[in-house]
């Protein structure tokens, strides 16, 4: 099992920043690749960004790139997601994801095997 907490959502005007974090306990946090999914209220939970195990790779919605950044740190079993630029349809419950294989269903809700309980992020104009 491994346990995910999301942090750093918040209310921010348009044009700011956020930046989200998601800790790992449980298992060796290196094993997995992590993802950053979204759901908007009426919609179904999206694909944002994941990143490899390694943190070599890194992968990005088109509607996200350019503006969000995922990094980690293993040392400290956590997993980022820097958000500049924001817009008002950034506006979502942001949830973290972990899977041992990637593959390339990186994107797919249904590769993740474990999943945090969101925060709230919220882009006022």
């Not at 817009?87 to 593959?103: L, Q, S």
Request: net charge positive.
């Amino acid at each position: 099992q491994v346990q995910l907490v999301e942090s750093g959502g918040g209310l921010v005007q348009a044009g700011g920043s956020l930046r989200l974090s998601c800790a790992a306990s449980g298992r060796t946090f290196s094993f997995y690749h992590m993802g950053w999914f979204r759901q908007a209220p009426g919609k179904e939970r999206a694909f944002v960004g994941a990143i490899t195990k390694s943190g070599g790779n890194t992968y990005y919605a088109d509607s996200v790139k350019g503006r969000f950044t995922i990094s980690r740190d293993n040392a400290k079993n956590t997993v980022y997601l820097q958000m500049n630029s924001l817009k008002p349809e950034d506006t979502a419950v942001y949830y973290c994801a972990a899977t041992r294989a990637i593959g390339s269903g990186y994107y797919l809700r249904g590769s993740y095997e474990y999943w945090g309980q969101g925060t709230q992020v919220t882009v006022s104009s």
